[in-house]
C-alpha cells in the first residue's frame, strides 16, 4: 500500500504541528531543571525542616513533575503524526485528520497510563528525583549527625574564627563537597579562606580533620543560612515585641 498523498495545506500543517511540538518539548526542560533543583534545596534543609514537611515538599515537586512529563509524553507523540497521516485517507477533511490524530493520542496515552507510574518511574528526572525522596526517607545514622550539625549550627559561629555567621557575605557559612566529611564540616567563606591560606601542600579539615579541604570545592551552606535568616528574624520579633510592652508599661 502506497502513502498517502494530502494537499499542500494538510502536509504543511501536519509539518507545522511536529515543528511545534518539538519546541513544546524542549521549552520543558527549563521547568523540570527548576523542580529538581528545589527539590535539591528542600533535601539539603530536611533536617532543618523536618523530615514530614520535607517529604511533603517533596511529594508536591513530584507531582509537578509527572505532570511536565506527561506534557512531554504528549508532544512526543504528535511529532509522530506522519505516521497516522501515512494511513489516512488523502482526501478526507482536514478537521477529521485531527479529530483522529487527537484520539490516537488519547488512546496510546491511556495505554501507557493503564501500567500505573511505569512511564513516570522510567524518565530521567523521575529517576533523579526518587533519589533525593530516597535520602530523606533512608533515615539512619547520617540523619542523627545532621541533627547534631543543626543544634551546633544554632549558635551561628565560624569554628575556625569563633565570629558570627552570616547570611551573605565573607561570613557566609560554607561547606565542602568532597568526600570524607561529616555534617559538622561547615565554616565562614572568611575563615576557611585564611585557613587555607596559611597551609602548605593539603589541608586537613579544621572540623573532623580526616578529609581534605580545598576552596575550589566548597559551595555556599544555604540551609544554614535559612537558619540564620530565620534566628535574625525572630530575635527581631522579640525585640519589637519588648519594645511594644516597654512602652504600655
Known amino acids: 500500500m502506497s502513502p498517502a498523498i494530502f494537499p499542500h495545506h494538510v502536509t504543511s500543517a501536519v509539518s507545522t504541528s511536529i515543528n511545534e511540538a518539538q519546541r513544546a518539548s524542549n521549552n520543558l526542560v527549563q521547568p523540570m531543571d527548576k523542580i529538581l533543583s528545589e527539590a535539591a534545596e528542600i533535601v539539603e534543609s530536611h533536617s532543618e525542616l523536618g523530615r514530614d514537611v520535607a517529604l511533603s515538599m517533596l511529594s508536591q515537586c513530584e507531582d509537578a513533575l509527572r505532570e511536565i512529563i506527561k506534557a512531554e509524553m504528549t508532544f512526543e507523540m504528535i511529532t509522530h503524526i506522519n505516521e497516522f497521516a501515512a494511513k489516512a485517507v488523502p482526501d478526507c477533511d482536514p478537521l477529521q485528520l485531527q479529530a483522529g490524530f487527537q484520539a490516537e493520542v488519547d488512546e496510546k496515552l491511556k495505554a501507557k497510563q493503564s501500567s500505573g507510574d511505569k512511564w513516570f518511574k522510567a524518565h530521567h528526572n523521575a529517576r533523579k528525583l526518587a533519589k533525593l525522596m530516597e535520602s530523606v526517607k533512608g533515615g539512619g545514622a547520617e540523619d542523627d ?7 551546633q549550627n544554632r549558635e551561628h559561629k565560624c569554628p575556625i574564627l569563633l565570629m558570627a555567621l552570616t547570611e551573605t557575605g565573607e561570613m557566609r557559612p560554607v561547606v565542602p563537597t568532597n568526600q570524607g566529611h561529616t555534617p559538622r564540616c561547615f565554616y ?14 593539603a589541608v586537613k579539615c ?3 580533620g580526616d578529609a581534605t579541604v580545598s576552596l575550589k570545592e566548597l559551595k555556599d551552606c544555604k540551609a544554614t543560612a535559612r537558619a540564620i535568616r530565620k534566628a535574625r528574624m525572630v530575635a527581631e520579633d522579640e525585640g519589637h515585641d519588648d519594645m511594644d510592652a516597654t512602652q504600655i508599661d
Open 206 to 208: 579544621p572540623v573532623c
Open 145 to 151: 549527625e545532621e541533627v547534631v550539625c543543626t543544634q
Open 188 to 201: 565562614s567563606f572568611m575563615g576557611i579562606t585564611q585557613y587555607c591560606k596559611n597551609k602548605r601542600g
